[in-house]
C-alpha cells in the first residue's frame, strides 16, 4: 500500500473508533415501536416484570416485590462472574396499570452501581386495531454511538421475538446477526473493503483474504481461552474494516482470567507461525514458489498483526495483561515501556523506517487515548492473581513476542 493509502486507512479506523467508543452524546433516549397481534391486558402480564407471563423469553427466571413503594428483586438468567443467575435490585415507577411504566435499576450482582446511574427504561402500550403497539425506551448517558445502536437494535429485536411469542406461543433464542453463516458474510465483507487497500487485482483480494483470516484464527484463540476458562458460551462476532471481537458467556472472575484470554489471542497463532513458516519453506524448497509466497505472506501478516495486539495500548491485548500482573503504577510503566521499546527496536531489525515507526507510536498513544478507562467496571474487584501465576504470564508473554517477531523478522527478509 502507499503511504497515502496507509494514512487514510489508519486515520479512518482511529476516526470510527472515536465516533463508536469515545465520542460524548450526553444524555439519550432510544426508542422502539411495534404492534403486536396480542391483547393488551395479555402483553403487559408479559412485560410488566411481575406479570403471570414475564418469564416469555427466558430472561426473567422469578420477580419479587420488596416494599409498598415500587421496589423489586429480580433474578435473570444471565450467568453472573459466579456462574449463578444474576440478581437485580429494581425502582418501578410511574405504572399505570396495564398501560405504561417505567424501571431504574438500583444495583445488580455483576455491574458497579456507576454503570445504572443514568438509565431507565420505559415500556407503553397502547391498544391499536386488532392488537397492542408496544413502544420500548431506553435511556442513558453514552459516550459513542455504538452501545446506542446496539441498545436500540436489541430493542426491535426485543419487540420482533415477542411477537412471535405473541403468534407462536413459542420464543426462539439467538437471531440471525450472530448465526454462523452471517458471520461468514460478515468476514467475507471485511475482505472485499479491505481488497481496495491492496491493490484491485488477484494477489490484493489474497492480501485482504489472508488479513482477515489471520483476523479470524486471533479472536478463534480468545474463543478458546474464554472456553478453557469454564464459559459455557463464546462466540465471535466480525466488525467489517474494524475487524473482529470475542465475546464471553458471563463476566470475567478473576485477574488470571483476564490476562489469559487476552493473552491467548496471540498465544494461538504462535503455534501456528512456526507451522506456517516451515511449509513455506518446504514449498519454495519442493519448486512451489506461489505456495511459498502465499504461505510466507500468511505467515508475516499473522506475526505482524498478533505482536501489534501485544503493544501496551489500554484495550489492545498487551495492554490488558500488563494491568493484570502488574502489582502497581511503577512496574506498569516499567513494563510498558519495556515491551514498546521492544516493539520499535523489532520494527527497526525487520526494516522499517523511522518515520514509519514515530507514526505508529503516535497512532497506538492515541488509540491507548481514545480507548483508556472505557471499560464496564464490575460490582466487585476481580480475583487477584497469584505471584506464581504472574510470573507465569509474563513469561508467556515474552515468549509469545519472541516467535511472533521472529516471524515478522523471518517475513521481512523474505521481501528482501
Avoid at 39 to 44: A, E, K, P, T
Avoid at 209 to 238: D, Q, Y
Avoid at 275 to 281: E, G, N, R
Amino acid at each position: 500500500m502507499s503511504p497515502i493509502i496507509t494514512a487514510i486507512l489508519v486515520v479512518s479506523n482511529l476516526g470510527l473508533i472515536f465516533l463508536l467508543i469515545t465520542v460524548p452524546l450526553g444524555l439519550r433516549t432510544v426508542r422502539s415501536s411495534r404492534v403486536v397481534a396480542m391483547d393488551r391486558q395479555r402483553l403487559w402480564q408479559a412485560l410488566w416484570p411481575l406479570g403471570n407471563d414475564a418469564g416469555w423469553s427466558g430472561e426473567i427466571l422469578s420477580a419479587q416485590m420488596l416494599d409498598g413503594e415500587g421496589e423489586a428483586r429480580i433474578m435473570l438468567s444471565w450467568e453472573g462472574r459466579d456462574g449463578k443467575p444474576i440478581e437485580r435490585r429494581s425502582k418501578l415507577e410511574d405504572v399505570v396499570e396495564g398501560s405504561s411504566f417505567t424501571m431504574r435499576v438500583i444495583e445488580d450482582t455483576a455491574l458497579d452501581g456507576s454503570f445504572w446511574k443514568d438509565y431507565s427504561e420505559t415500556t407503553d402500550l397502547a391498544s391499536e386495531g386488532g392488537g397492542t403497539r408496544v413502544t420500548l425506551g431506553r435511556t442513558d448517558r453514552y459516550r459513542g454511538v455504538a452501545f446506542l445502536v446496539f441498545r436500540y437494535f436489541a430493542m426491535r429485536r426485543e419487540l420482533s421475538k415477542l411477537q412471535r411469542w405473541a403468534v407462536t406461543g413459542q420464543y426462539r433464542k439467538g437471531g440471525w446477526f450472530e448465526h454462523p453463516l452471517s458471520q461468514v458474510g460478515f468476514a467475507v465483507l471485511s475482505a472485499l473493503i479491505l481488497w481496495p487497500f491492496f491493490g484491485l487485482h488477484l494477489g490484493g483480494l489474497a492480501l485482504a483474504s489472508i488479513l482477515t483470516s489471520v483476523v479470524a484464527l486471533h479472536e478463534l484463540g480468545h474463543m478458546a481461552a474464554f472456553r478453557l476458562m469454564g464459559h459455557r458460551k463464546a462466540r465471535m462476532i466480525f466488525i467489517p474494516l474494524l475487524g473482529g471481537i470475542a465475546i464471553g458467556g458471563r463476566p470475567y472472575n478473576s485477574r488470571f482470567e483476564v490476562a489469559f484470554v487476552a493473552l491467548m489471542g496471540a498465544g494461538f497463532s504462535a503455534f501456528l507461525v512456526p507451522i506456517v513458516i516451515a511449509a513455506s519453506v518446504f514449498a519454495g524448497g519442493e519448486g512451489h514458489k506461489a505456495a511459498a509466497a502465499l504461505l510466507a505472506a500468511l505467515a508475516g501478516c499473522a506475526a505482524l498483526f498478533n505482536i501489534a495486539n501485544l503493544v501496551p495500548v489500554w484495550k489492545f491485548d498487551g495492554g490488558q495483561v500488563l494491568r493484570q500482573i502488574c502489582p502497581g503504577p511503577i512496574v506498569l510503566a516499567l513494563a510498558s515501556f519495556f515491551l514498546l521499546s521492544a516493539f520499535l527496536a523489532l520494527g527497526r531489525q525487520a526494516g522499517f523506517s523511522s518515520g514509519f515507526l514515530i507514526v505508529a507510536g503516535a497512532v497506538f498513544s492515541i488509540l491507548s487515548l481514545l480507548t483508556v478507562g472505557s471499560g464496564i467496571k464490575p460490582r466487585h474487584e476481580l480475583e487477584p492473581i497469584r505471584t506464581v501465576d504472574s510470573f507465569a504470564i509474563a513469561g508467556a508473554l515474552l515468549a509469545v513476542f519472541v516467535i511472533h517477531g521472529c516471524g515478522v523478522l523471518w517475513a521481512s527478509g523474505q521481501l528482501i
